[in-house]
């Protein structure tokens, strides 16, 4: 959960009048969300920003559903995903169901002719491949190797990337992400035992005031359709805002690792949580020092959520020929655990240099049709004695 910030020029107390130069009002704006329960942002812009011109045109955007139920574990060869060279377009999505999508993209180019908005889901993009600035109307960041970004439904963003080598793994979140409320103290605080301080996440550090009218197009996203929506001003006019709700960065290279004699069970790996899924990091970290320990996880099974794994870099020592890119689906209702072989290896290591990301949900995942053109089949024949 993000605390409170403040970025540009803004009045003393909210909705009172505030003046440009020239006498005219700013126009204020109040961004929140779950009615006007939720965490909001209340900001200030050169130009009203509800000048729509025209809709151009509206497409559908649902994901593909290849199977509807499945019990099949899979592995996808995630870095097969073609690259293209507009962002939106090179979005696939692999898994999904009624609480979040998550999606594989290697966009090559930067959005240069329109805006996004997405008022279906908070987005959380983790960087594999990149860097760059990701450009919102709350103020930009700046953006590299391992970095979350987390973009709240409704920010309207650009993102510039440095080159067109990216490789992005992102989900689309129908619920609210917060930081684990277990890490958090009644006013909201990160706690001590937090693998991660509010020092750990960076906030919008620039905004672009833009005064500019003309034709802006945005692409809105609501309910699995794409909108291009012309507006008559510059969406990039905000000069100030303060509050909660706004788009913020965190690299998995600070999120520091809770470990113990033996074996810790996944949540100490929580990073994000929703009502319907957690997201997890897999860091380096120093294995169990219990002199009978075996550091490679336990046969379990899940019984109530599907475990999607994100194979970042290292060596991950549950799993035989794992590539960086390989997203692992295990699902609900069968057991898995570590190849055949992995416990032993894993016995007498002092630690481990891998590095992933789990995604965790509580209800079934459909598999897209994007997901089965870089699917290996025979994965789930992987834990027999050949």
Known sequence: MPFYHKLGEIPPKRHTQFRKPNGELYSEQLFGTIGFDGMSTNSYHVHRPTQVKEIRKQYSVKPKVALENNMKSYRFR?????????????????????????????????MQDYFYKNTDADELLFIHKGSGKLRTHLGNLDFTYGDYLLIPRGVIYKIDFDTD????????????????????????????????????????????????????????????DIFDMVYASHPFDVVGYDGYNYPYAFSIHD?????????????????????AFVVCSFVPRLYDYHPLSIPAPYNHSNIDSDEVLYYVDGDFMSRNDVEA????LHPAGIPHGPHPGSAERSIGKKGTE????????????KVCEDAMGIADESYHTSWLDH
Not at 188 to 215: A, I, M, V, W
Not at 260 to 274: A, D, K, L, M, Y
Not at 325 to 328: D, F, K, L, V
Not at 354 to 365: G, Q
């Open 354 to 365: 891998e590095l992933a990301v789990m995604v965790d949900t509580f209800k079934p995942l």
């Open 255 to 275: 999120f520091e690792p809770i470990t113990g004699r033996i074996h810790q069970p996944p949540p100490v790996h929580q990073t994000f949580e929703t009502d």
């Open 325 to 328: 890119g390989h997203i692992s």
């Open 78 to 110: 995630g870095f097969q995903v073609a690259p293209q060279k507009d962002y939106l377009e090179s979005r696939k999505p692999v898994l999904t169901n009624s609480d979040c999508t998550i999606i594989l993209a290697a966009p090559q180019d930067r």
């Open 165 to 224: 080598d990216n490789r992005l793994f992102i989900v689309e979140s129908r619920r609210p992400i917060y930081t684990p409320k277990r890490y958090r103290n009644w006013f909201g605080q990160l706690l001590e035992h937090s693998p991660f301080c509010e020092r750990d996440l960076r906030q919008p550090y620039e905004l672009e005031t833009n005064d500019e009218k003309g034709d802006f197009l945005i692409k809105v996203k609501k309910q699995d």
